[in-house]
């Protein structure tokens, strides 16, 4: 089971960034798939999650109207389109599985490196 994140990198306030995450070894349309980042000395958070199918998505409030979440099952691939990006986005970006629960998301059982996501002047 392989879950690789890209697309991290430096970007200044107001830029943009794709994140893609690559999986591979399990049944990729079977599962939602989740963007979860933390940023040093913080706490764990979830960013978005997008249904097995694509039919259903959250956002954290934090992020809500600048990041979009999309899938194309026939790659095995989940993205995370990052707009408007504020320095408080500065954190490592993972993809895993998830589900959604009653407040947010939860994390599954299998998880991707994480890639660095830094937004400075």
């Known amino acids: 089971v392989q879950l690789q994140a890209s697309g991290g990198g430096v970007v200044q306030p107001g830029g943009s960034l794709r994140l893609s995450c690559a999986a591979s070894g399990f049944t990729f349309d079977d599962y939602a798939i989740g963007w979860f980042r933390q940023a040093p000395g913080k706490e764990r958070e979830g960013v978005s999650c997008i249904s097995s199918g694509g039919g259903s998505r959250y956002y954290a409030g934090s992020v809500k109207g600048r990041f979009t979440i999309s899938r194309d099952n026939a790659k095995n691939t989940v993205y995370l389109q990052m707009n408007s990006l504020k320095p408080e986005d500065t954190a490592v970006y993972y993809c895993?599985?998830?589900?959604?629960?009653?407040?947010?998301?939860?994390?599954?059982?299998?998880w991707g490196q994480g890639t660095q996501v830094t937004v400075s002047s």
């Open positions: 895993a599985t998830a589900a959604f629960v009653r407040v947010g998301i939860e994390p599954g059982d299998y």
